[in-house]
T-cell receptor, first 112, second 115 residues
Framework: RKEVEQDPGPFNVPEGATVAFNCTYS??????FFWYRQDCRKEPKLLMS???SGNEDGRFTAQLNRASQYISLLIRDSKLSDSATYLC?????????????FGKGTKLSVIP | EPEVTQTPSHQVTQMGQEVILRCVPI?????FYWYRQILGQKVEFLVS????????KSEIFDDQFSVERPDGSNFTLKIRSTKLEDSAMYFC?????????????FGEGSRLTVL
């Protein structure tokens, strides 16, 4: 069973659109959740942590549903610069583990 | 802005050769990591390192791999006898002790090509 699974993508959206990505994880003991972005052939960069109550950072909103083991990322008013692959990242093993498990990513292309 | 730096950016080697990838983590960070990403695949955890010892490693990190912090700044990953399947981008990362475990700062990566 895949540990962190994401929408397959790619998502091609016009500038200004709202787009949502979903992610599921396999271990209910997981405690920490993140969204990273990765530009083509570049390193992953932290976009935002995901908190139990949901959190927002500008145009980006992340939500966590522990009961369904589901994480989402909403991007409003998409910009060309948002084009990247979005990685769902989970501390699958829970407390005491430093290991992060990455999803394969969902590619977003924002079109002029 | 402080950053994690990695060298070399790209290394080509013959199968069976030893490779050392170098990383300089952010100076006040205490936790160090190596991840790898095979082309077109997901980012995979290799090892975490704290207080001069390995704190956790994955199944990928077998006896062919080792890490070292030889001085106060460098953090190295050694592959003793490279295999074709070791071809990947290797990312070094670091973070502060009081940061959430997943808030990592990644270097730009070292691309390893094994022929």
């Amino acid at each position: 069973r895949k540990e962190v699974e994401q929408d397959p993508g790619p998502f091609n959206v016009p500038e200004g659109a709202t787009v949502a990505f979903n992610c599921t994880y396999s271990n209910s003991a997981s405690q920490s959740f993140f969204w990273y972005r990765q530009d083509c052939r570049k390193e992953p960069k932290l976009l935002m942590s995901v908190y139990s109550s949901g959190n927002e950072d500008g145009r980006f909103t992340a939500q966590l549903n522990r009961a369904s083991q589901y994480i989402s990322l909403l991007i409003r008013d998409s910009k060309l610069s948002d084009s990247a692959t979005y990685l769902c990242v989970v501390n699958i093993a829970g407390a005491g583990s430093y290991q992060l498990t990455f999803g394969k990513g969902t590619k977003l292309s924002v079109i002029p | 802005e402080p950053e994690v730096t990695q060298t070399p950016s790209h290394q080509v080697t013959q199968m069976g050769q030893e490779v050392i990838l170098r990383c300089v983590p952010i100076s006040n960070h205490l936790y160090f990591y190596w991840y790898r990403q095979i082309l077109g695949q997901k980012v995979e955890f290799l090892v975490s390192f704290y207080n001069n010892e390995i704190s956790e490693k994955s199944e990928i990190f077998d006896d062919q791999f080792s890490v070292e912090r030889p001085d106060g700044s460098n953090f190295t990953l050694k592959i003793r006898s490279t295999k074709l399947e070791d071809s990947a981008m290797y990312f070094c990362a670091s973070n502060l002790r009081d940061r959430a475990v997943g808030e990592l700062f990644f270097g730009e990566g070292s691309r390893l090509t094994v022929l």
